[in-house]
């Protein structure tokens, strides 16, 4: 019997909607949190952070602080000079400036928040007093805090080494843009905003080194996305060998890219914990994560489209500022949002002749890392934004230009002006069924007669393509050497029949323990409770690198399937000698082989008891181990494409937006969980709405914080994000092992873009236009006022 004729016979597990198998410890208070741990002999840390947002650092004073109760040590940039080497994260582009990263301030602070000493203590309480006891001595500098300004010769500089602000700039280009531009009879252009947020984690950072004596070794816990990446950059900055060094993320309570990089209070906590012989806790607070927890977005946008008289699109040009705070942030670089909105600029549109420029600038404001989305969203709310803009002008219906202007499936695979590849996927499905489902016609013939009442009324429509699971052939940050591109899964089953799979990858809330088992019970013919998943642990694989960039499905599924896949050749060929059978005629499911057509059987237990403790019972060829460790690389990623469509109602009295109804149609390939991927989409849109209504993170013009705790930082509640709905357009990928597409980041890259042209098409009797996120009450006050003057 063929495996796929096997596969046919077995209950369907991949496209099951499964329970999470997780949720029953996370929701009894059985999670195991970095902060949960509890270490014999811990030393805590308080770090004193720079209230200057750029000047040099005099003479620290920190006698009182060491003399003060319970403290240990009080550590300065000075103290680990010869100790940790800084390190950098490099790229093969030209002319970008790497920025060290070290774990306390050299020399100079770069922005408010930036920690210059470190105390550690007995508790985390002796440990903040005596960092009020510190005295430092600045020399304040000129104010780095306007990305334009920033970016302009003579400004004060942050890097004087790099003898400008501008960190990385970059151009794509295709055709004859200027000249395609000057020949359109149609043009829209506008200066778009998008404003600084916070990933804001339900859990901040967190981290805890324990030291082996016996080893000179750290064991470092930490709320990190990515395990293997941290484990390889704490090696070398220590400059200890891999092997003495094993980072755990455990449950981890969200990231959403902000525990993606490596941060220099994980460099200082190892660093301490080595030099001290002493085990070495950190726990952020809420005030912190505002602070030092890597940012997002913030990039200001001027982009012209050119369409002829039908409203097909001939021309895009962009010129991008990215303002990436004080740090190229580590291992991403400075390039990672900047450099991906106009990477992404095109979008799902045929758009022959393209030029998108963009600057990274440095300015004395926390760095900006990754952030759910990365880049597609800015991306997406300008190019969605535009094709509104040109509708209007041509006196199209939104639907109908972009399916204008959409790839067709005849074009695939398609590559847009800044050379990203788009391989097939439901583009004009996603924006149909979209429609079907919110009654489009009917929307619109409910806005005509709301808008007669006098009432603001309006529909978003938002289409985007991103780039999911990249393989090897792409770094996942521009010229980034570190390869983001393979996943390895070993899986082993033990003596008892039971079956353990290690990844790389590290689950951080999207049921990863849940879908990676599906897929391998699936393949291996296992039941679902007999899988347990490891992940999470730089021990489990030798070269993981963690779940970022909708990675780990695409990756780590199509890992999990070769690995099961090998595995269950094994214990067939160790059951067909049990049943005297030929392996052909066997059938793996619910954890037996059976002999197809008959009620012979053996369970997995029986196999590996067999395999392993029984002798004499198989030849020696047929007691190989029951496990397999098998690399999976997609080279160059696929396809994943959605359509967001918001209806929006806004009260001309108060101004308080109403999000009435939000659809999603999403193309993320074979689903293999449906529960799950609702899931993820509905956090995401949520996420996505927050940029487009309320979420700001505020600098005044000294770089000083004004957002820095949740009073000031508003978020959407459950109040404000209506019922979703999502319509599943699961076109399976051509390019990758069981065809499944990345969609983790999806709700986010839609949403804004959505929300702010139904926004704006409510408004457009007034002749408003939305161009900066996110639409604020007093955003949209004032836009109001000058409409009516």
């Not at 896949?565 to 049943?579: F, S």
């Not at 109040?719 to 399976?732: A, G, K, R, T, Y």
């Not at 065809?739 to 959505?754: H, K, L």
Request: aromatic share 6%.
């Amino acid at each position: 019997m063929t495996e796929q004729a096997d596969l046919d016979l077995r209950p369907k597990l991949i496209g099951a909607r499964i329970k999470r198998t997780e949720d029953p410890r996370l929701l009894t208070g059985l999670g195991n949190f970095v902060d949960d741990r509890q270490v014999a002999g811990v030393l805590h840390v308080a770090f004193r952070r720079s209230d200057h947002a750029h000047a040099r650092i005099g003479p620290i004073d920190t006698a009182a602080a060491q003399a003060a109760p319970g403290v240990t040590a009080v550590f300065t940039a000075a103290d680990f000079e010869k100790t940790v080497k800084p390190l950098r994260a490099t790229s093969r582009m030209k002319g970008y400036y790497a920025t060290p990263i070290r774990p306390l301030a050299h020399d100079k602070v770069r922005y408010v928040g930036e920690p210059i000493a470190g105390i550690i203590a007995e508790s985390r309480y002796f440990a903040e007093d005596a960092a009020e006891r510190i005295a430092i001595a600045f020399e304040p500098l000129p104010h780095v805090a306007d990305p334009a300004e920033a970016a302009q010769r003579g400004a004060s500089l942050l890097h004087e080494e790099a003898g400008t602000n501008v960190l990385v700039a970059r151009e794509f280009k295709r055709g004859d843009v200027d000249a395609a531009l000057a020949a359109a009879p149609v043009r829209v252009k506008a200066r778009f905003r998008m404003r600084r947020r916070t990933p804001l984690a339900l859990e901040p950072r967190a981290c805890v080194a324990e030291y082996d004596r016996s080893r000179d070794a750290l064991t470092f816990y930490s709320t990190t996305q990515v395990p293997g990446i941290i484990r390889d950059s704490i090696a070398e900055a220590l400059d200890l060998p891999g092997h003495r060094i094993r980072v755990i993320a455990p449950d981890v309570g969200g990231a959403f890219g902000g525990k993606a990089s490596l941060y220099p209070e994980e460099i200082f906590v190892c660093a301490a914990a080595h030099q001290l012989r002493r085990p070495v806790k950190w726990t952020s607070d809420r005030m912190e994560d505002f602070a030092a927890t890597g940012q997002a977005f913030d990039e200001i946008i001027e982009a012209e489209l050119g369409f002829d008289r039908d409203g097909r699109a001939l021309a895009l040009a962009a010129d991008v500022v990215g303002d990436v705070g004080a740090y190229s942030i580590y291992p991403w670089t400075a390039a990672l949002e900047p450099v991906q909105v106009v990477s992404f600029l095109p979008g799902p549109y045929r758009i022959e002749h393209y030029r998108g420029r963009v600057q990274a600038v440095a300015t004395a404001k926390a760095p900006t890392g990754p952030y759910r989305g990365v880049g597609r969203p800015t991306a997406t709310f300008v190019t969605e934004r535009l094709m509104d803009m040109a509708a209007a002008h041509l006196g199209l219906d939104p639907k109908e230009i972009r399916l204008r202007n959409f790839v067709r499936a005849e074009d695939f695979p398609y590559r847009i002006g800044s050379g990203i590849q788009w391989d097939r996927s439901g583009f004009a499905e996603c924006l149909t069924a979209a429609c079907d489902r919110i009654d489009y016609a009917g929307l619109r013939q409910r806005q005509v007669q709301v808008r007669t009442a006098g009432k603001y009324f309006g529909i978003g429509i938002a289409s985007y393509a991103e780039l999911t699971g990249i393989g090897s052939r792409i770094s996942v940050a521009p010229g980034m050497p570190i390869n983001t591109g393979t996943e390895t899964a070993t899986v082993t089953v033990d003596s008892t029949g039971a079956v353990t799979a290690a990844f790389g990858i590290a689950s951080h809330g999207q049921g990863l323990e849940t879908t990676l088992a599906q897929v391998i019970a699936e393949h291996l013919g296992a039941r679902l409770e007999d899988v347990r998943i490891v992940h999470g642990d730089s021990a489990a694989v030798a070269g993981g690198s963690g779940t970022y960039a909708s990675r780990s499905m695409v990756l780590a599924g199509g890992a999990a399937t070769l690995a099961a896949t090998a595995v269950r050749e094994k214990l067939v060929n160790a059951a067909a000698h049990l049943l005297e059978t030929a392996p052909g005629d066997l059938v793996a499911r619910d954890g037996r082989v059976t002999v197809a057509g008959t009620d012979r059987w053996v369970t997995f237990r029986e196999v590996a008891r067999a395999v392993y403790a029984e002798m004499g019972r198989l030849p020696h060829e047929a007691r190989g181990e029951l496990a397999a460790s098998k690399t999976y690389d997609p080279v160059f990623g696929t396809t994943t494409s959605a359509t967001h469509i918001a209806a929006v109602e806004i009260d001309p009295a108060t101004l308080e937006i109403k999000i009435e109804r939000f659809v999603v149609a999403e193309d993320c390939g074979r689903i293999v969980n449906p529960l799950i991927v609702d899931g993820q989409v509905h956090g995401g849109v949520a996420q996505g709405i927050g940029a487009a209504l309320y979420e700001e993170i505020v600098y005044d013009v000294e770089g000083q914080l004004h957002t820095g705790s949740l009073v000031d930082y508003l978020v959407p509640s459950a109040c404000e994000i209506p019922p979703l709905e999502v319509v599943h357009i699961e076109s399976e990928s051509p390019t990758t092992l069981g065809g499944f597409r990345g969609m983790g980041e999806g709700g986010t890259i839609g949403a804004p873009a959505a929300v702010a042209n139904a926004v704006a098409d409510a408004l457009a009797p007034l002749g408003i236009e939305i161009n900066e996120l996110p639409v604020t009450p007093e955003r949209l006050f004032r836009l109001l006022s000058a409409a009516r003057k």
